[in-house]
């Protein structure tokens, strides 16, 4: 069996990934207590150890807010761990897939799906940070796949502490009597997680370089729900716009599929697969 390394396993995406690649391959997924990944020593000596064929980098600060908080302490994280994780990958030649965001692309004035070949300037520190840890990591090794995830989602009970998402919030609004009020000025992908761990099973033989990796959108938030709700017969009367958040200066960062799809790897569309997961609980 090949063997498969994954940082941040404690995590949302890392933890399933655990789970779903159990069988495919040896797995090695190392809490933050037994790998800090700050820490380049350790990182070199862990690969040195395991010697992974594939990895799957998902360890990070992604709470966008904390970043703003504690940007000394993300940035080491988030730019200089996906560093050392790239650099131990070269060394060793394991394949490596990396997570990086949607989020490079927010305050774009392009106002339409991105491109991954797009100058970016990120609004945020967290999108900084992941612009800046795409451009290192592509220094230390070149044949690294950087992958820029969406805002994703699972449709499953949630486990352990984790906090919820999109998919389940909107679930139990709708079986309570909170409010369900969605922004009409931000546009983004939202994805299914599930798939987002299938593909990447096809990702490996992928040249090294930045691919958006997440469902293509074109609707507003709140009319991407409007559209799953309407085409479930839920009722949309349960549904309010909100118009202050991104008012100011409206959002876009949906991203263009087109390379990804040009190398074999088609993601739904988000309203395709909110539509199918919804079918199933609903
Ligand atoms: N979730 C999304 O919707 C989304 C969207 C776009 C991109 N992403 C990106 O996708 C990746 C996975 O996100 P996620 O939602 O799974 O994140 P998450 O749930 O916050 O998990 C992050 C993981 O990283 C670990 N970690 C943090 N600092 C570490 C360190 N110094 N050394 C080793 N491990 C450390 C955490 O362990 P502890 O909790 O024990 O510290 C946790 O297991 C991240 O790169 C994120 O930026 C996520």
Redesign the pocket.
């Known amino acids: 069996m090949k063997k498969l390394l994954i940082?941040?396993?404690?995590?949302?995406?890392?933890?399933?990934a655990v789970r779903f690649f159990n069988e495919k391959y040896d797995i090695y997924a190392?809490?933050?207590?037994e790998?800090?990944?700050?820490?380049e020593k350790s990182v070199f000596t862990l690969f040195d150890s395991i010697k992974p064929d594939f990895v799957i980098?998902?360890?990070?600060?992604?709470?966008v807010g904390m970043c703003e908080k504690e940007p000394e302490v993300s940035w080491?994280?988030?730019v200089d761990?996906?560093r050392n994780i790239a650099a131990a990958s070269a060394r060793l030649r394991s394949k490596c897939l990396?997570?990086?965001?949607?989020?490079v692309y927010f305050g774009s004035s392009i106002k339409e799906a991105h491109k991954e070949d797009e100058t970016v300037h990120p609004a945020n520190i967290?999108g900084q940070e992941?612009k800046r840890a795409e451009e290192e990591c592509l220094e230390a090794n070149p044949s690294c796949i950087i992958l820029?995830?969406?805002?994703?989602?699972d449709t499953a009970a949630l486990h352990g502490k984790?906090?919820s998402?999109f998919f389940r919030t909107l679930v139990s609004r709708l079986r309570s009597s909170d409010a369900l009020s969605y922004p009409i000025y931000d546009i983004r992908g939202i994805?299914d997680?599930n798939e987002v761990i299938r593909n990447f099973d096809k990702s490996w033989e992928l040249n090294g370089g930045i691919y958006n990796f997440?469902s293509p959108n074109d609707k507003n938030t709140y009319k991407t729900v409007y559209a799953m709700f309407s085409n479930l017969g839920l009722d949309t009367g349960k549904l309010e716009k909100n118009e202050e958040a991104f008012a100011t200066n409206p959002r876009n960062i949906s991203m263009c599929p087109k390379k990804l799809n040009d190398n074999g790897i088609v993601f739904s569309s988000t309203l395709e697969a909110l539509i199918r997961n919804g079918e199933n609980i609903f």
């Open positions: 940082t941040g396993a404690t995590g949302f995406l890392g933890g399933r190392p809490s933050h207590s790998l800090d990944i700050t820490d980098h998902s360890a990070a600060i992604s709470d080491k994280i988030n761990g996906s990396l997570c990086s965001s949607d989020q967290y992941k820029r995830l969406s805002w994703m989602y984790e906090h998402d994805t997680v997440g």
